[in-house]
Nanobody, 126 residues
Framework: QIHVVESGGGAVQPGDSLRLSCETS????????VGWFRQVPGKEREGISC????????YYSDSVKGRFTISKDNTEMTWYLQMNNLIPEDPAIYYC???????????????????WGKGTMVTASA
């Protein structure tokens, strides 16, 4: 059984940086793509960054482009989201996800991934 677990969430202020991590276990082979999604209560889930392995590609939504960076480690089973210059619109529940199939990073970020974590919360610091 494949497990996906996020970590690294916390309270942030505008201008802060934060790095989220995602660890997976149980997969025999590397995934076709991995990514980060976020959801604010009352709004739809948004695919903000994905990394394609089979089709080597990277996708960032306009809302995070230039501020967030997705990366992976050499095992290809752990990946990260470095978030810099956080803005008031960034607090949300952040989910990492993985999938197998055909497509590039953008197509995966706009689809329903197969394996999901339970989310890590990024909140606005009072």
């Amino acid at each position: 059984q494949i497990h996906v677990v996020e970590s690294g969430g916390g309270a942030v202020q505008p201008g802060d940086s934060l790095r989220l991590s995602c660890e997976t276990s149980g997969a025999v082979l590397p995934f076709s793509a991995v990514g980060w999604f976020r959801q604010v209560p009352g709004k739809e889930r948004e695919g903000i960054s994905c990394l394609g392995y089979i089709v080597n590609s990277t996708y960032y939504s306009d809302s995070v482009k230039g501020r967030f960076t997705i990366s992976k480690d050499n095992t290809e089973m752990t990946w990260y989201l470095q978030m810099n210059n956080l803005i008031p619109e960034d607090p949300a529940i952040y989910y990492c996800a993985a999938a197998n199939g055909v497509g590039n990073a953008s197509s995966f970020c706009h689809s329903d991934m197969q394996f999901w974590g339970k989310g890590t919360m990024v909140t606005a610091s009072a």
